[in-house]
């Protein structure tokens, strides 16, 4: 029934959130009573944490029988007072329960390096999911990040494992997977219950040596855009990393698929006013990179660059490459960020393996290379366009 080495575990672990200090997971049982996360450093795992889960009952249809109720334990704890920089190991145990020993590494307390790739929208095809995880498994990253779309339906309890877990596993369990939420994952709580560690929003920044990321929950119901356009210029304001990077499930710049502009016609100056670098998004199931667009004149934003990547194995949609597009594919893939100190590159990688576009900027005294902000477009003239369509 289960993978050997591996019983009574029906979802993760997964790490939730990495820092330096300290590192939230979670996993999920099918047995009540208490389960023991067991750590340490060199397969020496002498702490543990305990946890007794969170009760959560769903129906699910079994073949033969029709539809059935269902107990599950949702476990998620912090790990605290760790080392930055240092290799842990871990393995939960608790009553039918034993996992493997995985491992994860803490963030380097002084580092100008980062690895990580982006992607988003893997839900209803866990077979392109598991490919494009393949193919990430190898790639030495410190962190993924994801833009949501999970699932078809979060509300239904019952697709967060094959759609999301199963195709995620030898990834999931050695580092962060940082996602913002998508319209998919459902407002009945599901994946507030799953996801977010005890003490965190939806919302949330982490900084990985150069890089600060943000990423945000444009979709929840109740939120205004308002409101959440300001968490994000303001967390970027608040940060003094060289790269910053925000993100959001719905684009506020994008020319395929849904066609979106959250925030407009707000966003795009707001977002270069707080100098924000790069911009993140999915929810239009395609690849997409914009020229740099040119902060208003007279003003001192930043050059923001916008993509979507939305490719994560969802059913494809259409895209026109058109005069503000860097690069725009109808695609399953990911990209790939490489940062040591003022350098990016940039891959992005579709579902074979191929490079599909290249990126390399530099940065000098906080401001990109000139080459790159020769192609950038003016502000007024790419919001002109969105008026218009
Ligand atoms: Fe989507
Ligand atoms: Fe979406």
Known sequence: MYEKGQFGITKGPLLLRVYQNRVALMWETETERACRLYYGRDQKLESYIESTGERVQY???????GTIKKTAFIHKVWLEDLEAGQIYNYSIAGPQT????????TVRANTNEARFVVYGDSRTYPENHRKLVELIKNLNVDFVVHKGDLV??????????????EPLKGLAET??????????EGNN???????IPQGQKNSFGFDYGPVHYFCADNVSRGLRTETQLKLITADAEASKAQWKFAGYHVPSL?????????GHPDALPSLAKAGIDFVLS???????????????????GSYVTYITTGGGGAPLHDVTPSLYHASAKEVHHFCLFDI???????????????????LEIVKTDGRLNKQYLSTAVPMEEIQHHQDLH
């Open 59 to 65: 129906k699910t249809k079994k073949e033969g029988v």
């Open 98 to 105: 034993r996992s493997k020993v995985y491992e994860f590494r």
């Open 152 to 165: 078809s339906r979060g509300d239904s309890y019952e697709q967060w494992g094959p759609q999301f877990f």
């Open 175 to 184: 580092m962060p997977i940082y996602i913002a939420k998508g319209n998919h």
């Open 189 to 195: 709580g599901n994946y507030e219950k799953l996801l």
């Open 254 to 262: 994008n020319f395929g698929g849904h066609r979106s502009a959250w």
């Open 282 to 300: 999915g929810h239009s199931h395609q690849y997409e990179r914009f020229r740099p667009i040119a902060p208003p004149p007279g003003t001192h």
């Open 340 to 358: 040591k100190g003022n350098k990016l590159t940039m891959d992005t990688i579709d579902i074979d393996g191929k490079i599909i576009d290249h």
